[in-house]
């Protein structure tokens, strides 16, 4: 091994050791300060000295195209001018700082890019300052491994900041947290994008007093006028990014060529608001209050949703009990007399849970309520018998790693919203891991519980061995950590039997009232069939898919025929895969175009509010006369900008708008994967709104004489 294949490295003691240069990006390194210039949290840079942080330069070539930029010098604030300066020589971790979020993964220098490798969350500071108006920011980043958001911008505006999310929730969302203290995947900027692995996107950022802009590739993504608006962060972590950083969420990212320039404010004026539209009449316009009548007065969508759940229970992907739900889907769907009944066939991941229990050992005897979380690994036969430490963050967990080495780590940390708090369900494992953990156990993603564990998806990092990883109800994991401030030994008894099986077929469910005038234009209107496999899946989501099943139901009884047809789509794995709604996308690609809106409920049965919309500004606006009626009969007229569901996400990808209904969730995550989720907490009531409302929706946007325009 020669020099130029060395590179020195400490570990987090400080001891120092040689290690053989990086071939990929996950290998976790420590730098540590010289006593004369190191840096504590919240610390100045000092001036005229380098600032020491996790780095490792390399010279194994990134793959991906170059895009080249005439760049200019970095400046003071005082300084910045109408040209691009420099704000990343691309040798160098010059101007920048790593950002102190717990767990976040080593930051490299890698021929010409700077990269944040994967962690819960990873980022790095601008140590000079920035304008706080009338500037542009420019760069390339790219997702190398990982699903999660590449870039996390965090920027100034004025006295206020944002950040500009590309990738985020999963993969394809790109917009502003937050506006009206609605996040990025929830509000008018919202947008959603399929990103390729390894390849660099171009993105550009513009701040004025009124406006916000967004382009990647030169398409502007995000255009939002500011004023009377307000702007901010989304509680957490991302607040250490301030005034201006930049991050990736449980992903590792490359950065290149990141530049700012200042602009004259008067060239940052907003484009004009699209001029409003105009409603198209219909000869069938009392058509929807109709449906709205009859949807309120019928009942038969109750009885449907106690039968699917009481005769097949939960359905989870890659079982029986969901095949068997889905062949007797297909066949009332036919009695029901649809048309084009079908089911696609999917390839779905099969995770088996099997005996599961969780025995505290000191200082009492007793059996604790735990769910596993889906893919987690199994414990082995004999289980895992070991002390337990109690944390409420990561930032915690990083200052006691070497008291959670061959432990038990339970996190507790108190609901905030479920974004923020369902970070330590999906990546808790991994950062336990990295402090030597032999297990994970987590306070359930709740407001509410009677002792009721809530399990959902987890995620493991290929570069951090794999730990068993479940949750505890929120009352036990409160009195752990009581048990612990009192200086009482806890141990615990984990057994799992988790374990990942080869994939098997499932099938989305397809049913159709075809159209009068143009049969091969769609509009969609659906939920997802298969739930976690605990309680019966009622609010998450059978109860929504029936409402839509039922809106078709409904028209098809009245002999009613809209000039487009209404596809039905019941999606498979979007628990633990979104599988069917890729495959979905696939299949049906050489029709997308005529796609004209696509309509998921996925929030819970409860009382419909309104709908959220991504798409044109030409197409908000020709939603106004059916929000007005939906006001007006089931007081569920709000309509906002951003919105949709998961399964949405491939579809508004390839450009077809998406709507998602919006209910009073007040109590969703109170039974949300749990085994409480059964149909006695779905309301006859609630569930014919709903079904009132998206039928009122569906058929205003089948008939309507002109189409929803992109």
């Known amino acids: 091994m020669n020099k130029a294949e060395q590179s020195k490295s400490y570990s987090r003691n400080g001891t120092f050791s040689t290690q053989r240069a990086l071939s990929s990006c996950h290998t976790f390194v420590i730098y540590p300060q010289p006593e004369s210039s190191r840096l504590t949290r919240g610390s100045p840079t000092p001036r005229g000295r380098p600032l020491f942080f996790p780095l490792i330069v390399r010279t194994r070539p990134i793959l991906g195209s170059l895009f080249v930029v005439m760049l200019g010098v970095v400046g003071s604030v005082s300084g910045w001018g109408a040209t691009w300066q420099k704000l990343f020589d691309g040798k160098s971790h010059t101007g920048w700082r790593p950002t102190e979020f717990a767990g976040g993964g080593a930051i490299e220098i890698e021929e010409g890019a700077m990269i944040l490798n994967q962690g819960a969350l990873t980022g790095v500071n601008y140590t000079n300052s920035v304008p706080k108006l009338d500037y542009e920011i420019e760069l390339e980043a790219k997702r190398v491994v990982g699903s999660d958001f590449f870039c996390g911008l965090t920027f100034p505006v004025d006295n206020s900041f944002c950040t500009w999310i590309v990738g985020g929730w999963g993969g394809s969302v790109v917009g502003l947290s937050s506006i009206d203290g609605e996040d990025a995947a929830n509000n008018s900027t919202t947008r959603f994008l399929r990103f390729e692995q390894d390849q660099w996107y171009r993105l550009r950022l513009r701040v004025s007093g009124t406006n916000i802009s967004a382009w990647i590739d030169g398409d502007r993504m995000i255009d ?46 907003p484009s004009p608001p699209p001029a409003p539209s105009v409603p198209q009449p219909s000869a069938s316009s009392d058509i929807p209050g109709q449906l709205i009548t009859a949807a309120l007065e019928t009942h038969v969508a109750w009885p449907r949703l106690a039968q699917l759940c009481d005769t097949f229970g939960p359905r989870f992907s890659g079982s029986t009990n969901l095949e068997l739900a889905i062949d007797w889907i297909l066949a009332e769907m036919k009695r029901d007399g649809l048309s084009n009944v079908h089911g696609e066939p999917v390839s779905v991941p099969r995770w088996v849970r099997g005996r599961e229990s969780a025995a505290l050992l000191e200082p009492k005897s007793e059996t604790l309520p735990m769910l596993g979380l889906g893919g987690s690994i199994g414990t082995g036969p004999d289980g895992i018998r070991a002390e337990v430490l109690v944390v409420q963050s990561y930032e915690e967990l990083k200052t006691r790693a070497a008291d959670a080495r061959g432990r038990i780590v339970v996190f507790n940390a108190p609901y905030t919203d479920y974004g923020e708090s369902v970070r330590f369900r ?94 091969e234009e769609f509009v969609i209107v659906g939920g997802h069939i298969d739930s976690w496999d605990v309680g019966q899946g009622a609010q998450d989501d059978g109860g929504n898919c029936v409402a839509a099943w039922e809106v078709l139901r409904l028209i098809r009884e009245r002999g009613l025929q809209p000039r487009r047809t209404i596809r039905c789509v019941l999606w498979t794995n979007e628990e633990n895969g979104l599988r069917g709604a890729r495959a979905y996308r696939d299949q049906h690609r050489p029709e997308l175009a005529r796609h004209v809106v696509a309509i998921e409920a996925d929030s819970g049965t409860y009382a419909p509010l309104g709908f959220g919309f991504t798409g044109s500004d030409a197409a908000f606006g020709e939603l106004g006369s059916i929000s007005r009626l939906l006001e007006s009969r089931l007081k569920a007229g709000k309509l906002t900008r951003g919105g949709g569901e998961s399964d949405l996400g491939p579809l508004l990808e390839e450009g077809v708008p998406i709507l998602g209904l919006r209910v009073d969730g007040t109590r969703y995550f109170w039974f949300h994967h749990t085994s409480a989720d059964t149909v006695d907490k779905v309301s006859p009531k609630d569930l014919a709104a709903c079904t009132a409302a998206l039928a009122a929706m569906v058929w205003q946007l089948a008939d309507a004489e002109v189409r929803l325009p992109r």
Do not use: C
């Not at 608006?229 to 490359?254: F, H, V, W």
């Not at 794999?466 to 048990?483: G, N, Q, V, Y």
């Open 426 to 519: 999906v990546t808790g494992a991994v950062e336990a891991a990295r402090a030597g953990a032999v297990a994970s156990l987590i306070r359930s993603v709740t407001d509410f519980s009677l002792q009721t564990p809530h399990t959902g998806m987890m995620q493991y990092d290929p570069a951090v061995p794999k730990i068993p990883h479940a949750a505890l109800s929120s009352e036990d994991t409160d009195r752990l950590a009581r048990w612990q401030k009192e200086g009482r030994t806890l141990r615990i008894h984990l057994k799992m039997e988790a374990r990942q099986e080869a994939d098997v077929l499932s099938r989305n469910i397809i049913a159709e009232i075809p159209g009068r005038e143009r049969p």
């Open 224 to 269: 939002a006028d500011i004023r009377e608006r307000t702007i901010g962060l989304r509680p957490g972590d991302i607040e250490l990014s301030k005034p201006l950083g930049i991050a990736a969420y449980s992903t590792t990212a490359a950065l290149r060529n990141i530049q700012l320039r200042s602009l004259d404010s008067g060239s940052t004026r």
